[in-house]
């Protein structure tokens, strides 16, 4: 929980960002020995200098946003493990930490497998379900919006996505649509209206459905919560993120598939610059509670619709580059750092994201020109990527240490520099992903 | 990918022409594959299938 201090009211964003990451930095770790703690310290430091964009003694490794399945695979774990078999993955991630020393934590994301099969999750699918065992998660785009629902999203995203998103991506919610509309329950007989569903059969159900699904998903986050507080305890901290989207691509991944936000921008273009319009307020109210509730400094973006190849320079002026810059704004005033994971390329975009204030971003990337973001962004924003997916798995271990070793030097004179990869990967080999781990400690 | 592109040619279809894509294809998955080819995107891939006919 972030408290704000109580001059928050005048504080720039600069002293509120400051505050954020003190609080992160400064969070209490019950240490396994005084020598992870002197480890953490030195490591969280070098990352702290970096989101200050000050000097430090050399870049990181972060090798979360690639190899984060490969640390528990390279001990013969598979899809299905990382879904539903939370404490196999304890001693493996141990073990990977004790044995290559990674300037951060790094885990598979916490998959919740059982609570997915109890509430009938038609988002993705997954090892041990739909998938084979050895592969993890795969979305599944579906048109959980129709074309002429824009303007009740619109008119209120909240209650679309409580009685009309979640009943269609969850059928076990379905009964969420009995629900009144909240802001007109205001007198006696109201309430009448307010709590009727709840003395219904199908309502109580879900109820219970919902009831039996928190009693699992505790389990599992308490064993995922034991092994990351173990990995912490260890000497190991994390980047402290919360994952999010763009206002365009809440809409497009989720609400209304590729193909469908694709022909609205032709066929809706209103409708759709409304719909993410309404969507502004919402997102940040809820990337600022999120924050304020775990503490942490920065939020994750994962990109995906507004990439080179997905739509033009012109169609991303228009349709998804101004709510989503008026989103990072507001995050900036409340102190709040943007990481963005660039996936594919953003070649066109470097300008557009150079019209955010200093230290407002972390740019992480994958296809993009890492020699043209040298030149655009590295004086105002701290840079991560770009280590191909495809040479950590089908190249030599000489290949990645010499495309490693090229970004070193080109980022050698530039304020903040994270060696990264650029996409998730499932098979590498210990000797590569040393190779990625030790280029930034020459 | 690789296991297919194996699997096509062992079952004797020599003369098909085998083009992979995907965000994540590069040169290095196409020799990894053994495919024939790769598309940045889809328009390439359609120039480089008007390129074989």
Redesign the interface.
């Known amino acids: 929980m972030f408290i704000r201090p109580d001059n928050w009211d005048q504080m720039s964003p600069l002293e509120r960002r400051k505050a954020r990451l003190d609080a992160w930095q400064n969070a209490p770790v019950p240490f396994v020995s005084p020598e992870a703690e002197a480890n953490y310290k030195v490591r969280i430091e070098r990352l702290r200098k970096i989101y200050d964009m000050e000097p430090h003694d050399r870049p990181i490794a972060d090798p979360f946003m690639g190899a984060n399945e490969y640390v528990v695979r390279r001990k013969g774990l598979n899809g299905k493990d990382m879904v539903y078999n939370h404490e196999k993955l304890r001693d493996p991630l141990l073990e990977f930490h004790n044995e290559f020393q990674p300037d951060t934590s790094v885990m598979p994301l916490p998959y919740p497998g059982k609570v997915m099969d109890m509430l009938d999750y038609k988002s993705y699918i997954w090892g041990g379900q739909k998938l084979p065992d050895n592969l993890t998660i795969q979305a599944v785009e579906g048109e959980h919006m129709l074309g002429d629902e824009y303007k009740d999203f619109a008119a209120d995203p909240t209650n679309f996505w409580l009685k009309k998103y979640l009943p269609r991506v969850m059928p076990a919610l379905a009964p969420l649509a009995m629900l009144t509309e909240l802001p007109r329950v205001s007198e006696n007989v109201d309430l009448i209206d307010l709590v009727v569903p709840f003395g219904t059969p199908p309502f109580q159900a879900m109820l219970k459905a919902l009831m039996e699904a928190g009693d699992e998903l505790m389990k599992m986050l308490g064993i995922v919560g034991q092994t990351g507080g173990m990995i912490a305890a260890s000497g190991f901290p994390g980047m402290g993120l919360n994952i999010v989207k763009t206002p365009f691509d809440y809409l497009g991944d989720t609400l209304r598939g590729t193909k469908g936000i694709l022909m609205d921008m032709y066929r809706r273009p209103n409708d759709l610059l409304a719909a993410c319009e309404a969507y502004v307020p919402v997102l940040i109210n809820a990337i600022v509670s999120a924050s304020d509730r775990n503490s942490a400094p920065a939020a994750l973006y994962v990109l995906h619709k507004g990439a080179d ?1 997905f739509m033009s320079q012109e169609q991303f002026e228009k349709f998804y580059w101004p709510t989503w810059k008026q989103v990072m704004l507001a995050l900036y005033e409340e102190g709040i750092t943007s990481y963005l994971f660039i ?2 390329s953003y070649n066109n975009r470097l300008e557009n994201l150079a019209e955010m204030p200093e230290k407002s971003l972390v740019c992480h990337f994958d ?1 993009t020109d890492m020699r043209r973001v040298k030149e655009v962004l590295s004086d105002k924003f701290i840079i991560a990527g770009n280590v ?4 950590m ?3 030599t271990t000489d290949e990645v240490r010499a495309y490693c070793a090229d970004l070193v030097e080109l980022y050698a004179d530039a304020p903040a520099y994270i060696m990264a990869h650029g ?1 998730y990967f499932e098979n590498t080999t210990d000797e590569k992903l040393r190779a990625f781990m030790d280029s930034v400690k020459k | 990918m690789k296991h297919t592109v194996q699997a096509l040619k062992d079952a004797g279809l020599t003369d098909v022409k085998i083009m992979i894509g995907g ?4 040169e ?2 196409r ?2 594959t053994g495919a024939d080819a790769y598309g940045k ?1 889809a328009m390439a891939a359609v120039a480089i299938a008007k390129s074989w006919s």
Request: aromatic fraction near 4%.
């Open positions: 190849a996936e594919g296809k191909p997916a495809s040479l798995s089908a190249g996409c | 965000g994540q294809i590069d290095n998955i020799q990894y995107d």
